[in-house]
């Protein structure tokens, strides 16, 4: 998946960089960004158990940085449900917990509710990480 600086449309998958690390929605239009949980600023992390998918505004979404939006691949494009079912997912899973930042977490969501995958490339990356760390402590 690639993504671009432009201007986003309905069921568009989007983020944005906080520190090292993407915070992710789906979104539906300005006053709308259905995502898991808040940016995962220190304040909005204290409490896990208590994080749950919500919709929020893009200005609370982006927390004042840049939106990136996804650009899908042929073949992402093929795999994805219409942007309405997308959203209608999404908004049926408001209020729903089971947060947790390695295994269910903000990318999962997206992920799930477009592509009907729950897969995080960010968890991938740390996985890939520390496994090369274990390897090279032998």
Not at 28 to 54: C, H, R, Y
Request: charged share 30%; glycine share 6%; proline share 2%.
């Amino acid at each position: 998946m690639k993504w671009e600086y432009r201007e986003c449309c309905f069921g568009d998958i989007i983020r944005v960089k906080l520190g090292s690390v993407y915070h992710y929605g789906l979104f539906v239009s300005d006053d709308e960004v259905i995502a898991f949980g808040l940016p995962p600023t220190a304040e909005n992390l204290k409490n896990q158990q208590n994080i749950k998918v919500l919709a929020t505004d893009i200005d609370v979404f982006s927390c004042g940085k840049l939106v990136e939006t996804a650009v899908l691949s042929f073949k992402e494009k093929r795999r994805r449900k219409s942007p309405e079912q997308s959203v209608a997912e999404a908004r049926a899973r408001i209020g729903e917990g089971g947060y947790s930042l390695i295994h269910n977490n903000c990318e999962h969501f997206v992920n799930e509710v477009v592509f009907g995958e729950s897969v995080s490339e960010q968890e991938r990356a740390v996985r890939e990480k520390f496994r090369k760390f274990l390897s090279e402590k032998k």
